[in-house]
């Protein structure tokens, strides 16, 4: 089993930055591939950036494409999502979650999930 523990969201004005971490226990994560998701009040869930286990291979959706960066340090067992340049409409509940084949958008393919991190950017 893999547990996953989100942190570093708050609030932040339009234009600033977070940093994201998730810190995975129970079993290393090195060899899956993990993934950033993000939910609004009455939105799905939807996918915001993925990274290989190796970290070679990073994809993002194109609302976050050139402001967000995902990353990954095995040795510390953690992913991170740098967020840069946050909009009023990056507010959501940020997810990560582990996949234990390959990086994806779909929800539906990532094996173990986070209880997700508040992020806030007022305009």
């Known amino acids: 089993q893999v547990q996953l523990v989100e942190s570093g969201g708050g609030l932040v004005q339009a234009g600033g930055s977070l940093r994201l971490s998730c810190a995975a226990s129970g079993r290393t994560v090195s060899t899956y591939a993990m993934g950033w998701f993000r939910q609004a009040p009455g939105k799905e869930r939807e996918f915001v950036a993925a990274?290989?286990?190796?970290?070679?291979?990073?994809y993002y959706a194109d609302s976050v494409k050139g402001r967000f960066t995902i990353s990954r340090d095995n040795a510390k067992n953690t992913v991170y999502l740098q967020m840069n340049s946050l909009k009023p409409e990056d507010t959501a509940v940020y997810y990560c979650a582990a996949d234990r084949e390959r990086p994806s958008p779909w929800i539906y393919e990532y094996d173990y999930w986070g209880q997700g991190t508040q992020v806030t950017v007022s305009s």
């Open positions: 990274i290989s286990w190796s970290g070679g291979n990073t």
